[in-house]
């Protein structure tokens, strides 16, 4: 039998960019079978105990994961909770080591567009494009969603764009249900700061999420429901989100359905 012949470097790293790996998060390559044959190391030798002497609680350092998701979340809350305007927000959230996305994101992707604006679109996660920049659908999807919002005689200048979670995750994997919750206070009091009268949740995860529901987006797209801030209640409209849009392009009829009532609901309020 005549054994294949290795894969070129292109090809490795074709392999390894259609598995999501696009970013290293070391400067050297790490062996792991050479890991796993090295002999396991000895045992430390614990020094004598001083009973005299108290000792002092573990300290923790600056990002190291060591905050419980219960902790992390009700620090989260009481995070977002103090933060009284949007740049406030954005500090606190800059400062926050209780979710462990931050450490290997390259940055925070808070939001963009006009924080005084009528409409909130908020979608689930930074992608590589966004995670670069530091802004919110900067990739293929933002192009198309700067197309769909056009469409309706908005642009980045009369609209607010924001994520449900600011760090991408790695290789663009979906975020777990501990780090949606770490992040929901953050985008709940971003929602409230900027309270715009229509909010557009981008997809699934974005309008499960904020919105309460268990239902799929095609249950719930082109549905109104009511958003509650605490202070007041904000009309609410779920749509595709436009990754999925330039998947199955044939949605981008009831794409433009929902937009159309979104509009609508401007004009008349």
């Known amino acids: ?127 590589r494009d966004e995670d670069i920049e530091g802004l919110p659908f900067v990739g293929r999807s933002g192009k198309l969603l700067d197309l769909m919002i056009g469409a309706i005689g908005l642009n980045r200048t009369t609209a607010y764009i924001a994520n449900v979670i600011p760090w991408r995750p790695p290789g663009n994997r979906t975020p777990t249900p501990q780090e949606t919750q770490i992040c929901l206070p953050f985008i709940q009091r971003q929602i409230e700061l ?16 904020l919105l309460g529901t268990r239902e799929g987006i095609m249950r719930t797209r082109g549905r109104w429901f009511d958003y509650d801030t605490g202070q007041r209640t904000i009309r609410a409209l779920p749509t595709f989100h436009p990754a999925y849009l330039l998947r199955s392009p044939s949605y981008k009829r009831l794409a433009w359905q929902d937009l159309r009532a979104v509009a609508k609901v401007l004009a008349g309020s």
């Open 194 to 209: 900027v309270n715009p009268d229509v909010l557009v949740t981008l997809g699934n995860p974005s309008t499960q999420t």
């Open 1 to 127: 039998m005549i054994p294949e012949p290795a894969p070129t470097i292109r090809e490795l790293l074709a392999f390894y960019l259609e598995a999501g790996v696009d970013c290293a998060l070391a400067e050297e390559p790490i062996d792991r079978l050479a890991e796993l044959e090295a002999p396991p190391p000895a045992p430390p030798v614990a020094p004598p105990v001083e009973p005299s002497r108290p000792v002092a609680a573990p300290t923790l350092m600056r990002g190291e994961a060591a905050l419980a998701p219960d902790v992390a979340i009700a620090s989260a809350r009481e995070a977002a909770r103090t933060a009284p305007t949007l740049d406030a927000l954005r500090e606190l959230m800059q400062s926050f080591e209780g979710c462990a996305l931050k450490h290997t994101a390259t940055r925070l992707v808070f939001a963009d567009g006009n924080p005084k604006a009528r409409i909130m679109f908020v979608g689930e996660a930074p992608g």
